[in-house]
């Protein structure tokens, strides 16, 4: 089982890949992506009938996208993947949910442990330290 993650844009988008989509999920997370995503995992395995325990293999979009958003959904595909001791495949900038799959597969071949963290591509330095407008 190989769980899919891109949490890069507006849409967050979750999956179990076996031998094709056992279950998926997207929706508008916005602001409560950190709030949400665990829960919809958690509903994600329920539905397919398996477990976290089940999970073979990660393959998570690195960006660009949204400072955020990619933190959120790292840090939640590298420590599953240390946790499991299982591989993980970040892939930069997939044209759509299914290639973000390729890739990831093509990238898996061969693995079978974890071998390191993956970290993000925000495509341009992040504006963290910029003061915020006053209204």
């Given at each position: 089982?190989?769980?899919v993650l891109d949490t890069s844009g507006l849409k967050t988008?979750?999956?179990l890949w076996g031998?094709?989509?056992i279950a998926k999920e997207e929706w508008d997370a916005g602001h409560s992506l950190s709030s949400e995503i665990i829960e919809k995992m958690d509903s994600l395995y329920q539905k397919a009938g398996i477990t976290l325990a089940d999970t073979k293999k990660i393959v998570v979009n690195t960006g660009p996208g949204s400072f955020t958003g990619l933190r959120i959904g790292l840090s939640i595909a590298n420590a599953l993947a240390y946790a499991l001791n299982i591989p993980i495949a970040g892939i930069v900038c997939p044209k759509n949910y299914e290639d973000l799959m390729e890739k990831g597969?093509?990238?898996?071949?061969?693995?079978?442990?974890?071998?390191?963290?993956?970290l993000p591509e925000y495509g341009s330095e992040p504006n963290i330290t910029k003061?915020?407008?006053?209204?």
């Open positions: 089982m190989i769980l988008y979750i999956g031998d094709g989509w597969i093509k990238s898996l071949e061969g693995r079978n442990k974890f071998g390191g963290a993956v003061p915020k407008k006053s209204f």
